[in-house]
């Protein structure tokens, strides 16, 4: 039974009142209120088409602290739908078919209209990573970073991609309509044109200058913002996002909690969780979770970035000027750009390193992760592993579960924070094995090895064979001995089935779906059930991703017990006390060498060189008590408090494993 509306048309007494205020209408008889109307709340308005207008009956509290009633003035509404207690004032030009919810603020705006069928925002094509085409994602609502992952870079597998699009396309044809929302509370204040866009709950729209075909879903746990002189076409916008301060969007998909702001301007670019853009410049570009930009003269364009920290002027090149802008890079995860620093495409940069000067060589580093690429004399010279001793990339990997500012409960992107990990281990293990490789095929006297267009010296390779063990030794040894602190043993049979696997899946290859680490035997069931049918829609998709992040845990120890058992040579099922206990000596010798030269590292920013340009009018005296009045000691900061107090409870629960397993023997 349909349910009756609780709105009626106008009485003759209203209309004429209203007539007398200003107000006018095409045919009063299609404007309809909610009995009883406070008439004195709708002035100087004209209405066109059908109106409904809700309960007007309260007041709202604007910027500053004035007070108004909720009401109609000053307003050309055509074709809408309004809520209750909405308060709309002085629109330039007109409001068109839109459903506006309650509770919803409209103060000096030129244009808000759907002119035509659309989907706001759904369905537009965003060519990342390759300006030319070819990777293209057709973004949605809910896209996660990935889905668009497999949309950008599984292009091989085109029958899946193929209907990937369709079970979009399905979503976008349901989005598609000829009338806008403005879901409740949302607020859109002295703003230029907004047109074709679906704005969520709470949103607030602040000095927009134009907004065109987009969609801002915002949430009421987590609400956009739209500031000052923001020009955004063809865009979506995810719950938290913030885009002010006269930034420039078009193509573009915004994820949680991203921020683009300060002159920023993006083209053909997707932003996942947490992204930060100011100043500078996107082209093209698939930015994972994490990928944060703040400087001026700043350019990232056509590339694959994640958990990225991109210094001044940091820039690529993919125009050779032959075939056009065809060429792309990888930047992986946890990597930084220093100042002024320069990457010619193609090219490829391994996890956790660190870009100083200006490549030209199309180098491959990916299998040498945690690494410095420098330049050195117009050569690009690597320095394997030497990131694993940096407090910095200590403090990135435990600050950005911090930094999480996504406020809605339901997250899209999927994140797995871990600095080691399947992944990033059995690169090191891969990057070793290079390492030995090399040395033993260059002879002893060979002082520079060269390897996928970079130049490794002898003493720096023999160093990156050493970090990778340690780093190797370290993780296998954090899942081991975190197993055996959660599930205690009492016999050998217990121990050793506690070492076994919980789960099939997990061996093998494990890739990072933009922020997800997860083994690749996952992900290529999920492409052979979507390429067979058997995943059909966004939500099964998202269901299988989530799935894979929910099981990391377990995934991660079947790969670990693989591991180690090649580490002992022989299965977990065979495992002695005493071969457990030499992993937990090998962690622990491996955590106390990383964390001395951590340290180390750490002491190096209360060093003489550390205390130039302090104490300016005085003596040596007077620059130490002024530096540390402004850094402390190192006694004083809390992450070397922390990271001290952190290795003195590991070696205790080291010496206490090892008694315990040694009782078992």
């Known amino acids: 039974m349909t349910q009756k509306s609780p709105h009626s048309e106008i009485t003759r007494k209203q209309i004429k009142s209203l007539e007398m205020q200003g107000c006018t209408a095409e045919d009063w008889s299609r404007v309809e209120v909610i009995q009883p109307l406070d008439v004195s709340r ?5 209405f066109s088409g059908r109106i409904q207008i809700g309960v007007l009956d309260s007041e709202v509290v604007l910027n500053g602290g004035i007070v108004r009633q909720t009401g109609i003035y000053n307003a050309t509404i055509a074709n809408c739908t309004l809520g209750n207690n909405v308060y709309v004032h002085n629109i330039e030009n007109y409001i068109a078919n839109y459903d506006i919810a309650d509770n919803v603020v409209i103060k000096h705006v030129s244009v808000l209209a759907v002119e035509r069928d659309c989907a706001f925002g759904n369905g537009v094509e965003v060519a990342v990573i390759n300006e030319t085409g070819g990777r293209e994602i057709p973004i949605y609502d809910r896209l996660s970073a990935h889905t668009a992952y497999i949309l950008a870079m599984y292009r091989d597998r085109g029958e899946v991609i193929a209907r990937l699009k369709e079970i979009i396309q399905r979503y976008v044809a349901s989005v598609t309509s000829g009338r806008g929302q403005i879901a409740a509370s949302a607020r859109i204040v002295n703003c230029g044109t907004i047109r074709n866009v679906k704005i969520g709950p709470h949103a607030v729209l602040e000095g927009v200058s134009l907004l065109d075909n987009g969609s801002i879903n915002s949430s009421a746990d987590d609400p956009c913002f739209v500031g000052t002189n923001v020009i955004a076409r063809d865009f979506i916008l995810c719950s938290g996002a913030r885009v002010s301060d006269n930034a420039i969007l078009h193509h573009c998909f915004v994820g949680q909690g991203t ?4 002159h920023y301007s993006a083209e053909n670019s997707v932003f ?6 100011f100043h500078g410049e996107a082209c093209s570009v698939f930015a994972g979770p994490y990928t944060v930009t703040f400087h001026k003269s700043t350019l990232l364009i056509a590339g694959f970035y994640s958990f990225l920290n991109a210094g001044s002027g940091s820039n690529q090149s993919n125009h050779m000027y032959k075939l056009g802008p065809m060429h792309q890079g990888v930047v992986e995860r946890g990597s930084k750009t220093a100042s002024d620093s320069y990457i010619l495409w193609p090219a490829r940069v391994g996890a956790f390193s660190l870009v100083m000067g200006r490549h030209y060589g199309n180098s491959d580093t990916a299998d040498l992760p945690f690494s410095y690429l420098i330049e050195y004399k117009d050569e690009s010279v690597l320095v394997p592993g030497v990131n694993l001793r940096n407090i910095g990339t200590v403090r990135d990997s435990r600050k950005w579960p911090q930094r999480d500012r996504r406020r809605d409960p339901v997250k899209l992107d999927k994140i797995v924070f871990s600095l080691l990990s399947p992944w990033t281990v059995q690169k090191m293990m891969r990057g070793r094995q290079i390492l030995c490789d090399l040395k033993e095929s260059s002879g002893l006297t060979s002082q520079n090895f060269y390897y996928n267009g970079v130049r490794i010296k002898r003493s720096s390779l023999e160093h990156g064979i050493h970090f990778y063990q340690l780093g190797i030794d370290r993780y296998l040894g954090n899942v081991l001995v975190g197993r055996l602190r959660r599930h205690p043993v009492e016999s050998c049979e217990q121990l050793r089935a506690l070492l076994k696997p919980v789960c099939k899946e997990g061996r093998g ?7 997800l680490i997860t083994p ?6 999920l492409l052979a059930d979507v390429e067979s049918g058997a995943v059909a829609s966004l ?6 991703i989530n799935a894979m992040y929910e099981r990391f845990e377990d995934h991660q120890w079947t790969w670990v017990v693989e591991a180690l058992a090649a580490k002992v040579q022989k299965p977990v099922t065979q495992f002695e006390p005493a071969d457990v206990a030499c992993i937990i000596a090998d962690w622990i010798a491996a955590v106390e060498a990383l964390d001395r030269m951590r340290l180390s590292d750490a002491q190096k920013e209360y060093g003489p060189a550390s205390r130039i340009s302090f104490g300016i009018d005085g003596g040596d005296a007077e620059r130490d008590a002024d530096f540390h009045a402004i850094r402390g000691t190192p006694e004083d900061n809390g992450f070397i408090c922390e990271m001290k107090e952190r290795l003195e409870s590991k070696k205790r629960t080291a010496a206490d494993l090892i008694t315990r397993l040694e009782s078992l023997g």
């Open 42 to 46: 709708l002035r100087d308005c004209h």
């Open 509 to 515: 290859q494990w890739v990072d779906l933009a922020g």
């Open 520 to 525: 690749y035997e996952g992900v290529e069931t």
């Open 539 to 544: 939500e099964q998709v998202d269901e299988r």
């Open 259 to 262: 921020e683009l702001a300060k």
């Open 272 to 277: 996942f969780a947490n992204c930060g853009g």
